[in-house]
């Protein structure tokens, strides 16, 4: 099942606009909105509300620095991902083991 922190994280990373910025934030060193609205096709508004959104979900982390609101990047959230896609992989290929074995068994009489 699901954690409620997952679902934020996969919901977050599921918009390529928010995956292009995490990546973007990941690459650099405490960036601004300012120096992402320079290089992304939207508006600088448009980049603070989807900052708003990978912060909320824990993604990014935020600090005011003079006039600027800086990002950094926040593994955990990933990690976390990272660690509920390696059971759901592990589940699916036990799954698919079985279903593998239980095909080739049947296909000795020649019918599937």
Not at 17 to 34: F, K, W
Not at 40 to 68: C, D, N
Request: hydrophobic share 40%; net charge neutral.
């Amino acid at each position: 099942m699901t954690r409620p922190g997952s679902l934020k994280t996969f919901w977050a990373l599921s918009d390529p606009v928010r995956l292009e910025i995490l990546e973007r934030v990941a690459a650099g060193s405490e960036v601004t909105v300012s120096r992402l609205a320079a290089v992304l096709p939207i508006t600088r508004q448009a980049v603070a509300r989807h900052l708003k959104t990978l912060e909320e979900s824990g993604l990014v982390t935020g600090s005011q620095k003079g006039r600027e609101h800086r990002y950094d990047v926040d593994t955990g959230p990933l990690v976390d991902a990272g660690r509920w896609l390696r059971g759901r992989a592990a589940s699916w290929e036990d799954a698919l083991g079985r279903l593998k074995l239980h095909v080739e068994s049947d296909s000795g009489d020649g019918s599937l």
